[in-house]
């Protein structure tokens, strides 16, 4: 006899052990409980899915349509046109460059942010010490200003030591929120990872710096890839800081740029143009997202497995 030959024994001798009656037909009625509900949690997902990008996919299509179509209530654009794409980079509105400043403002601020953070998320969640949760309470606090509240004195302070115009006087105000955020966040995740991973690499002959950095921060993988993400999506969005501090189009984000588009008379706003540098400035967002989604899946496989 083989082994499938048992498994089918198997499955018989379970078959004829039920309950129900020889002959009588299997109920559906428990089936037909569990597709309704997949089908309303399904409408539901549907709802909220289409809820959310309701606004993107008309701004998608609104600059995919041409200037004299652009106020048409179409689901789709007709004729197809990439006329706006075109005209936001001809040059006259320096687009490229202001993605470039962003992308160079919105990456330092990360990379300042979570360095920083990291290591004062390892102090708050690991050492004892007076005043913690005063010190933690303080530090998110501090994010909770509107951007507007500090615009007046970062804006003397910043013309009187010369800042204006420059990329600092953006990374630095962004600094300020995105850092209050990364401490946060990493103190909740470290937090959660048990104290007995560290003691036992320094038995096995680590330093706690070396504990730190080959135990406790490959397992924290996940949190840093996330606060990466909501730091780098604070900077890349903002805009009342980025428009106070630079009157320089060669130094201006592309939250900035869009704002200060220009028709071809004074009294015509470029809805088309917006739209297409909205979808572009969207994109990168997306796609990184998508990334770093992937690289959060792959690090909590690898902490539970280890």
Known sequence: ????????????????????????????????????????VYAGLALIFAYCLAPFYWM????????????????????????????????????????????????????????????????????????????LGVIIATSMFPGISVVVPLLRLFTDIGWINTYQAMIVPNLSFAIPLAVWNLTTFMKALPFDLEEAAMIDGCTKWQAFRRVLLPLAAPGVFTTAILTFIHSWNEFIIALSMINDPKIQTATVAISKFTGATEFQAPFGEQMAAGVIVTVPLVIMVLIFQRRIVEGLTAGASK
């Open 1 to 40: 006899m083989t082994i499938s030959d048992l498994r089918n024994a198997a499955a018989d001798s379970g078959a004829g052990s039920s309950n129900a009656p020889a002959g009588a037909p299997p109920s559906n009625r428990p089936k037909a409980k569990r597709t309704w509900r997949s089908y309303s």
């Open 60 to 135: 998608l299509v609104s600059s995919l349509r041409r200037t004299a179509d652009i106020f048409d209530n179409t689901l789709l654009p007709a004729p197809f046109s990439l006329e706006n794409y075109a005209k936001v980079f001809d040059g006259s509105t320096m687009f490229g460059q202001a993605l470039l400043n962003s992308l160079i403002v919105a990456g330092t601020t990360t990379s300042f942010a979570l360095v920083l953070g990291v290591f004062a998320a390892y102090a708050i969640s690991r050492l004892n010490f007076r005043f913690k949760s005063v010190i």
